[in-house]
C-alpha cells in the first residue's frame, strides 16, 4: 500500500443513499471522529485537517497552518459495523479549487471480504 498521510474531515460529507439507517450513523461518527487517509499529498505521514467551511490545514508540530490545495484528493477510510460483523470501505473524492472544496463525491461504499 506504501505511505500515506491523515485527513481529518470537519466538513459535512455526503452518506451514501445505499448504506442503511444504522450504517449512516456510523459512518457520521467515523466521520467525526476517526481519521481517513489519503496517497493525494505528501504521504510521509503528514496529518492534514478539513475544516467546516472546506478549508484544508496541515499540522505543523502544535499548530495548524492553512494549505493551499487545487487538486482532486482522494480520502478512505474503514467502517466497522459490528451488529453485521463486516467491515466496509468508504472512499471519497474530494474536488480543491483555490484552497477550497468545491465538491465531494462518494467513490465507493462497499463491504471489504472476509477473509
Not at 505528501?42 to 495548524?64: P, R, S, T
Not at 473524492?93 to 477473509?115: A, H
Request: glycine share 4%; hydrophobic share 30%.
Amino acid at each position: 500500500m506504501g505511505m500515506f498521510d491523515y485527513v481529518d474531515i470537519n466538513y459535512d460529507m455526503p452518506i451514501p443513499d445505499n448504506a442503511t439507517q444504522e450504517q449512516k450513523i456510523f459512518i457520521k461518527n467515523s466521520i467525526a471522529a476517526d481519521n481517513f487517509q489519503t496517497q493525494d499529498l505528501h504521504c510521509v505521514l503528514d496529518v492534514f485537517y478539513i475544516d467546516k467551511n472546506g478549508y484544508m490545514y496541515q499540522k505543523n508540530g502544535d499548530e495548524y497552518k492553512q494549505y493551499y490545495v487545487h487538486q482532486h484528493v482522494e480520502c478512505y477510510t474503514s467502517i466497522e459495523i459490528p451488529s453485521e460483523n463486516l467491515k466496509y470501505w468508504l472512499s471519497y473524492n474530494i474536488k480543491f479549487t483555490d484552497g477550497k472544496i468545491q465538491q465531494v463525491t462518494i467513490n465507493e461504499w462497499r463491504p471489504l471480504i472476509k477473509g
